[in-house]
T-cell receptor, first 113, second 118 residues
Framework: SQTIHQWPATLVQPVGSPLSLECTVE??????LYWYRQAAGRGLQLLFY??????ISSEVPQNLSASRPQDRQFILSSKKLLLSDSGFYLCASGPYSGANVLTFGAGSRLTVL | AQKVTQVQTEISVVEKEDVTLDCVYETRDTTYYLFWYKQPPSGELVFLIRRNSFDEQNEISGRYSWNFQKSTSSFNFTITASQVVDSAVYFCALSEGRDKARDDKIIFGKGTRLHILP
């Protein structure tokens, strides 16, 4: 079975600072990878998904970016954080399938001050 | 475009009561998949069930049951004899099936926060 590792678990950053959240997957190869953000009252918002190394699809225009340098590594970044970037970020992995059952990481809670 | 609507943002019931969480979806595809996930206070989402669009049979798993109705585009979730441990946020989700199977996004609703009161 898959295991998703996310870090850091908690992060407090000032406005304008950079961001890097990392996600690695164990127990599978060639997965689809996803970044979701959960903000209060807004549910789970899909930010990025990737079907392979270097392949990133963005769902929401914003100052965040994602990269997939290795098959089982997915990174969420920002050059300059905004207050509105605060939230709970979840990485998820799904198998090559038209019926993805996602495995989620424990999440990274970001507070931008 | 795919869309998932969970109109109930928060529900509180007393333990042992039955509770139904509603989910309505929109999709143009004839092949699609519906999911329910549970998010306990720890934050990590846990998969509960997946249904494909060609299987409208209702499903029961212990105290949990799901009612899938294509005619109303709904996939509702019922907890029978609720327990305090059922307190969580529950998400309904939709994935459209495509020939290019790798291009599948999974879109979630906004979630329903369920409080089971002792």
């Amino acid at each position: 079975s898959q295991t998703i590792h996310q870090w850091p678990a908690t992060l407090v950053q000032p406005v304008g600072s950079p961001l890097s959240l990392e996600c690695t997957v164990e127990g599978t190869s060639n997965p689809n990878l996803y970044w979701y953000r959960q903000a209060a009252g807004r549910g789970l918002q899909l930010l990025f998904y990737s079907v392979g190394i270097g392949q990133i699809s963005s769902e929401v225009p914003q100052n965040l970016s994602a990269s997939r340098p290795q098959d089982r590594q997915f990174i969420l970044s920002s050059k300059k954080l905004l207050l509105s970037d605060s939230g709970f970020y979840l990485c998820a992995s799904g198998p090559y399938s038209g019926a993805n059952v996602l495995t989620f990481g424990a999440g990274s809670r970001l507070t931008v001050l | 475009a795919q869309k998932v609507t969970q109109v109930q943002t928060e529900i509180s019931v007393v333990e042992k009561e039955d509770v139904t969480l509603d989910c309505v979806y929109e999709t143009r595809d004839t092949t699609y998949y519906l999911f329910w996930y549970k998010q306990p206070p720890s934050g990590e989402l846990v998969f509960l069930i997946r249904r494909n669009s060609f299987d409208e049979q209702n499903e029961i798993s212990g105290r949990y049951s799901w009612n899938f109705q294509k005619s109303t585009s709904s996939f509702n979730f019922t907890i029978t004899a609720s327990q305090v441990v059922d307190s969580a946020v529950y998400f309904c989700a939709l994935s459209e099936g495509r020939d290019k199977a790798r291009d599948d996004k999974i879109i979630f609703g906004k979630g329903t926060r369920l409080h089971i009161l002792p």
